[in-house]
C-alpha cells in the first residue's frame, strides 16, 4: 500500500499542474523542518547574499533553487557530502534530508567527521539539528570547532572559520594570516585540481586533506569557479592542516613555487586513492610516473603516450584493464598520459617515463597532448610482447595501431563477460559486478583468459581480440556483439526474456530448472539449467562464534520490502546492511549503507540469521538468488521466501516461508531449533562449496563452448 501511495505521489510531481501545486508543498515543508533545527549561519548568509536577508528569506532562496546552486545555509555542511548518501538526492535539498533521517550517521563535510562528534557528545541525539546544529552552537559559545578527522584532528578558532567563510562567500583567496606557518620539509607537493563542473568536488578536497594527514607532504588545492559551499569546505580544510593552501583560477605548477623536489598531481575529475597518490610520489624518484588511466566506461583510456607512424597515440585504449595487468606492475613508455602523474623538479613529462599498471586513476578520456616535436615510433610489440600481441592497422582508421593476437602457437580462449552493472564505484555496489569478477577467476584457473566488461563498454572498439561473449542476464537486456561465441546466462528477470533476445545467442543458459525445461519448450530453441553459485576462496566456514543478530543484505529496491519491513513493524530488530532505506524503517535499524564484499562471510557466518527474499518474477519461475549459496558455504543460516526446490538444494541451512506472518512466527521463536547443529551445517556448506561453485559453472561453460566450437559449420540463418 504504501509503495503504491509513493508511486503515485512521484507520478503526480511529473503532472503539468498537480507537479507544481506539490512542488510548493514540498518547499514550505523543507523550509519549515530547516527553519525549527536552527541551523541557518545569518553571517555566512549575508555574506553569500551580498546584502542584508532574512532568515526567512534565506531558507526560501536555499530550498527553491539555491541547494543546487551552491547556496550554502550553514558552512559545516556540505550539500554534495550529504546528499551522495542519500536517496532522492536529485530532488530534495540536502540539509532538509539529513534534518530527517538518521542523522548520527551521517557525514556532512570533508573537513570534519560529524558521527565523530556524535559519539563524543551523545546529547546530540535530542538536537533538533542533530551533530551539525549541535557542534554549530557549541562553536559559537566556545569560541572553537574541531577540525580535520581522526588523529588529525585538532580545534580551530571559531573566528577563523568566520573569516573563512566570508572569503568564500565573495570568492576571494584566503590569507596567511588564519594559520601558523609549517614546520619541517614535507616529502612531497600534493597539487589537486578541482574543475568547475565536477560531480563530486568535496571527494577531492577530501582526499587531499587525507593525503596530508597521511604523508609528509604539502598539498595545493586549486578551485575552478567552486560553489560557495565548496570554497568554503576547501577553506575549512586549510584551517585544519596549514599545509594545504587553497587557490582559485587555473592552476600553474611551477617548479619555483614548490617547496619539494616532488610534486604530485591530481587532475580534473579523476577519482584515486589516498595510498595511490603516495605510491606515486615514490615512483618519481626515478623519473614521471603516472598510473594506469582508466575511463569512465570502465575501459582502458591509456598505458602511456606512444608513437606511431609519426603520430600520439594512446596505448590499450578501450581494452579491459585486465589486458594491462598481464603486462607486468609498470612499463616504461615515451610519454606518460593524462593529467594525474607524478615527477621530480625539472622534469619533462614529455621526456619519458612510467605507467605504473597495478595503481588506476578513472578520469575522462582526451586526447593525446600535442607535441612540439614529433614523437618517434615506438617498438610496441616490445612492450606487448609479453601479452602475446602484434600491431597492426586499424581496419577502419589506418593510422591507429589496432592490438591483435600474435599468429601460431596454441592459446586458451578468450572469453568476455558483459554485465548490466555500470562502471566504476557505482558498479561495485551491484552484485553482477562481483559475480562476474568471481566467474572471471574461475575461468582463469581452468586455463582460460577472461576480461569483465561494464555495461558501458559492452561493444568497446577491442571486441575483435574476444572468443567468447558471455552476458550475465540482468535488469536490461545486453546484445552481444556480433564477434566470437555468444552465450547467454540468465540469472535474474525472467519474465523479460523473449525469443527475440535468445536469438542473438548460440548457447543459452538460466538459473532455474524449471524455467530452462519451459522456455525451451516455448521458444523453440534449447536452454540449458545452470543454477547460481558461490566463490569457494571467500565463502567458506571460519569459525566466527554466532550471535544474536538478525540480519539483511541489500537495497531497498524503491519498495519496503516485507521480509524486512514486517518482522521491523511486529517488534522484531533486524539488522539492515544496504543503501536507500531510509524513508521505509527506523533509522536505528540501518547497521550500515554497505558492507565491504570481503566483510560479507564473517557477517554471514556471524548472524544468528540472514534473511533473503526474491523478486515476484525470480520466485514465480524458480530463479534461487545467489545470497542463499554464500551464506550458506560460508556456514551461515537462511530464511527466506520460497522458492522451487530452495530447501532440498540446501539440506536444511535454509528455511522458508509464504507469508509475512509465517516469517514473525519463525522468528519469534527460537531460532537454533529452526535449523540443523553446527556439525550438520559445515556438512551442507562443503555440499554447497563442493557443488555449487565458480569453478564448477566456469567448467560447464568451458565444455559447452568447447563443444559447440568443435561442431562443422552450419550455413548462416542471418539471424545475428
Not at 532538509?96 to 556532512?108: G, K, P
Not at 578541482?194 to 560531480?199: C, F, G, L, S, W
Not at 582460460?448 to 572468443?467: F, G, K, N, Y
Not at 566456469?698 to 563443444?707: K, M, S, Y
Request: aromatic share 6%; proline share 8%.
Amino acid at each position: 500500500m504504501l509503495s503504491r501511495v509513493r508511486s503515485a505521489i512521484r507520478r503526480a510531481r511529473s503532472a503539468p499542474l498537480v507537479g507544481g501545486v506539490i512542488g510548493r508543498i514540498d518547499r514550505f515543508w523543507w523550509a519549515r523542518t530547516i527553519l525549527r533545527a536552527d541551523v541557518v549561519d545569518m553571517p555566512f548568509v549575508v555574506a553569500q547574499a551580498g546584502r542584508r536577508i532574512t532568515r526567512r528569506a534565506a531558507v526560501r532562496r536555499y530550498v527553491r533553487d539555491g541547494f543546487r546552486e551552491g547556496f550554502s545555509l550553514n558552512p559545516l555542511a556540505c550539500e554534495r557530502t550529504i546528499s551522495r548518501q542519500l536517496s532522492d538526492s536529485d530532488r530534495v535539498p540536502a540539509l532538509y534530508a539529513y534534518l530527517v533521517n538518521d542523522r548520527q550517521r551521517l557525514e556532512v563535510s570533508p573537513a570534519w567527521s560529524a558521527p565523530d562528534y556524535a559519539e563524543r557528545h551523545p546529547e546530540v541525539a535530542t538536537d533538533s539539528g542533530g551533530p551539525l546544529g549541535h557542534a554549530w552552537r557549541s562553536a559559537q559559545r566556545q569560541g572553537r570547532v574541531r577540525l580535520g578527522r581522526g588523529d588529525s584532528a585538532h580545534d580551530i578558532p571559531w573566528s577563523a572559520v568566520r573569516v573563512a567563510a566570508a572569503a568564500a562567500a565573495a570568492q576571494t583567496v584566503l590569507g596567511p594570516e588564519s594559520h601558523d606557518e609549517p614546520e619541517g620539509v614535507p616529502a612531497f607537493t600534493f597539487v589537486c585540481e578541482v574543475a568547475a563542473d565536477e560531480r563530486d568536488p568535496d571527494e577531492a578536497l577530501a582526499l587531499a586533506a587525507e593525503v596530508i594527514s597521511r604523508s609528509p607532504s604539502s598539498a595545493q588545492i586549486h578551485l575552478d569557479r567552486p560553489s560557495t559551499d565548496v570554497l568554503t569546505q576547501a577553506y575549512l580544510l586549510h584551517l585544519a592542516y596549514p599545509d594545504l593552501h587553497v587557490s582559485l583560477g587555473e592552476p600553474v605548477v611551477e617548479d619555483a613555487e614548490l617547496a619539494t623536489d616532488i610534486v604530485v598531481v591530481r587532475g580534473p575529475h579523476a577519482v584515486i586513492s589516498p595510498a595511490a597518490v603516495i605510491r606515486l610520489a615514490h615512483a618519481a624518484a626515478d623519473g614521471p610516473a603516472a598510473p594506469l588511466w582508466v575511463a569512465p566506461d570502465g575501459t582502458i583510456a591509456s598505458a602511456g603516450v606512444i608513437g606511431w607512424r609519426g603520430a600520439r597515440h594512446h596505448l590499450l585504449a578501450h581494452h579491459p584493464v585486465e589486458d594491462a595487468v598481464e603486462l607486468g606492475a609498470a612499463i616504461q613508455v615515451p610519454e606518460i598520459a593524462g593529467s594525474t602523474y607524478s615527477r621530480r623538479r625539472g622534469d619533462d613529462i614529455r621526456s619519458g617515463g612510467t605507467t605504473l599498471l597495478d595503481i588506476a586513476v578513472e578520469a575522462p578520456r582526451e586526447p593525446p597532448r600535442e607535441g612540439s616535436t614529433p614523437l618517434r615510433d615506438t617498438d610496441v610489440e616490445a612492450v606487448l610482447g609479453a601479452a602475446g600481441w602484434v600491431v597492426a592497422p586499424d581496419r577502419d582508421t589506418p593510422t591507429r595501431p589496432m592490438v591483435m593476437r600474435a599468429a601460431g602457437g596454441s592459446r586458451p580462449l578468450r572469453w568476455a563477460i558483459k554485465t548490466a552493472a555500470p562502471a566504476g564505484r557505482a558498479g561495485q555496489a551491484w552484485g553482477d559486478t562481483h559475480f562476474a569478477g568471481a566467474l572471471a577467476r574461475a575461468l582463469r584457473s581452468a586455463g582460460m583468459e577472461a576480461v569483465v566488461d561494464a555495461i558501458e563498454a559492452t561493444h568497446r572498439p577491442t571486441t575483435s581480440l574476444d572468443d567468447v561473449n558471455l552476458v550475465l542476464r540482468g535488469p536490461v537486456r545486453i546484445r552481444p556483439p556480433r564477434t566470437g561465441t555468444s552465450v547467454l546466462w540468465i540469472i535474474s528477470h525472467p519474465d523479460e526474456i523473449t525469443a527475440a533476445e535468445l536469438a542473438d545467442f548460440d548457447l543459452v543458459f538460466a538459473a532455474s530448472r524449471s524455467w530452462a525445461q519451459s522456455a525451451s519448450e516455448r521458444f523453440g530453441r534449447e536452454v540449458q539449467p545452470l543454477l547460481q553459485c558461490t566463490d569457494t576462496t571467500r565463502f567458506r566456514p571460519r569459525g566466527t562464534p554466532r550471535g544474536d543478530d538478525i540480519v539483511f543484505v541489500g537495497t531497498a529496491r524503491g519498495i519496503p520490502r516485507p521480509s524486512v519491513v514486517g518482522p521491523l513493524e511486529a517488534g522484531i530488530p533486524v539488522k539492515v546492511f544496504g543503501p536507500d532505506w531510509t524513508g521505509y524503517i527506523p533509522g536505528s535499524a540501518i547497521a550500515a549503507t554497505n558492507v565491504p564484499n570481503e566483510e560479507l562471510p564473517r557477517l554471514y557466518e556471524s548472524a544468528a540469521v540472514v534473511l533473503n527474499d526474491h523478486w515476484p518474477a525470480m520466485r514465480a519461475a524458480g530463479f534461487i538468488s545467489n545470497r542463499p549459496y554464500d551464506v550458506v558455504a560460508a556456514g551461515g543460516r537462511v530464511i527466506s521466501d520460497s522458492v522451487e526446490d530452495i530447501e532440498a538444494e540446501f539440506g536444511g541451512a535454509v528455511r522458508t516461508y509464504d507469508s509475512v506472518p509465517e516469517l514473525i512466527e519463525l522468528l519469534s521463536g527460537d531460532i537454533d531449533l529452526l535449523f540443523p547443529d553446527d556439525a550438520e551445517l559445515k556438512s551442507v556448506a562443503e555440499v554447497v562449496r563442493s557443488a555449487h561453485s565458480f569453478d564448477s559453472r566456469a567448467d560447464t561453460l568451458i565444455q559447452a563452448v568447447e563443444r559447440l566450437i568443435s561442431r562443422p559449420a552450419l550455413p548462416s540463418t542471418g539471424s545475428r
